[in-house]
């Protein structure tokens, strides 16, 4: 299994990796994560702790055209006008283990909350908006928690 969760923002409104690890905090989350890098450049794992037990996602981040996507036939044009003017891409991936999909959906809600942004689950739409996504997790994380080993 591998899961890909996608959040569309504005670049001018990225949080510093310090706010949005407050954030997660802030929302209740029993979640932690590493703050210690830098949003545009860092590409690889991010650990973090669910629970108190180790977790994180593979994360990167990246200027996006959506027109590009549009005439790639990676998004309809109905999609790129829910887009709007967001023009950077955050990606979170996790292979085969929950407790680290659960840490991907939360940071990915909180991002898409604090940007204003849009969280496509599993990388593709229909998007969840920044406002609803933090609640939609919250409904989300017990069925995620029963796959814990």
Same mark, same amino acid.
């Given at each position: 299994?591998?899961?890909?969760?996608?959040?569309?923002? $504005?670049?001018?409104?990225?949080?510093?990796?310090?706010?949005?690890?407050?954030?997660?905090?802030?929302?209740? &989350?029993?979640?932690?994560?590493?703050?210690?890098?830098?949003?545009?450049?860092? @590409?690889? &794992?991010?650990?973090? $702790?669910?629970?108190?037990?180790?977790?994180?996602? @593979?994360?990167?981040?990246?200027?996006? #055209?959506?027109?590009?996507?549009?005439?790639?036939?990676?998004?309809?044009?109905?999609?790129?006008?829910?887009?709007?003017?967001?023009d950077f891409l955050?990606?979170?991936?996790?292979?085969?283990? &929950?407790?680290?999909?659960?840490?991907?959906?939360?940071?990915?809600?909180?991002?898409?909350?604090?940007?204003? +942004?849009? &969280?496509?689950? +599993?990388?593709?739409?229909?998007?969840?908006? +920044?406002? #609803?996504?933090?609640?939609?997790? $919250?409904?989300?994380?017990?069925?995620?928690?029963?796959?814990?080993?």
């Amino acid at each position: 299994m591998s899961v890909e969760n996608n959040v569309f923002l $504005k670049r001018e409104r990225m949080p510093t990796p310090e706010l949005w690890a407050n954030a997660i905090a802030e929302h209740g &989350f029993a979640m932690e994560m590493d703050s210690d890098f830098e949003v545009s450049d860092f @590409e690889g &794992f991010l650990p973090c $702790k669910y629970k108190g037990e180790g977790a994180g996602f @593979e994360y990167w981040a990246e200027a996006t #055209d959506l027109d590009q996507l549009v005439e790639e036939g990676l998004l309809s044009d109905e999609e790129r006008a829910q887009l709007g003017d967001c023009d950077f891409l955050v990606t979170l991936v996790t292979r085969s283990d &929950f407790r680290e999909l659960a840490t991907s959906m939360i940071a990915a809600a909180v991002l898409a909350e604090l940007t204003g +942004g849009l &969280f496509a689950e +599993g990388g593709e739409p229909p998007f969840v908006l +920044g406002e #609803d996504s933090v609640g939609w997790v $919250k409904d989300l994380l017990p069925e995620i928690e029963r796959e814990f080993e």
